[in-house]
């Protein structure tokens, strides 16, 4: 199971990028995906994170700014982000709680990180 993100890059204060991260390999099935972020010496947060069934939790730093979706039939999530500031600058990862068809329990398997920059 690879989970791989894409969508980071540099983007001034106000503005807006999509993050997409799409799960792939032997997977039967997929409950809980979501988004963390890490800033420069700072620990990993939890930024977002959505069921199979679309009940969604988000941080309160990033309420009414970002959206997560997902789209199970791509086994993908989703990460809409509006009104940037400074202070989102970070390396996002996205994870998914996953059953593979390997071994038949639930894992956590993570993305390899995308950089969001925000500056002017």
């Known amino acids: 199971v690879q989970l791989q993100a894409s969508g980071g890059g540099l983007v001034q204060p106000g503005g807006s990028l999509r993050l997409s991260c799409a799960a792939s390999g032997s997977i039967l099935r997929i409950n809980v995906m979501g988004w963390y972020r890490q800033a420069p010496g700072k620990q990993r947060e939890l930024v977002a994170g959505?069921?199979?069934?679309?009940?969604?939790n988000s941080a309160d730093s990033v309420k009414g700014r970002f959206t997560i979706s997902r789209d199970n039939a791509k086994n993908t999530v989703y990460l809409q982000m509006n009104s940037l500031k400074p202070e989102d600058t970070a390396v996002y990862y996205c994870?998914?709680?996953?059953?593979?068809?390997?071994?038949?329990?639930?894992?956590?398997?993570w993305g390899q990180g995308t950089q969001v920059t925000v500056s002017s």
């Open positions: 959505i069921t199979s069934g679309g009940i969604t």
């Open positions: 994870n998914g709680d996953i059953v593979s068809t390997k071994d038949r329990s639930w894992a956590r398997y």
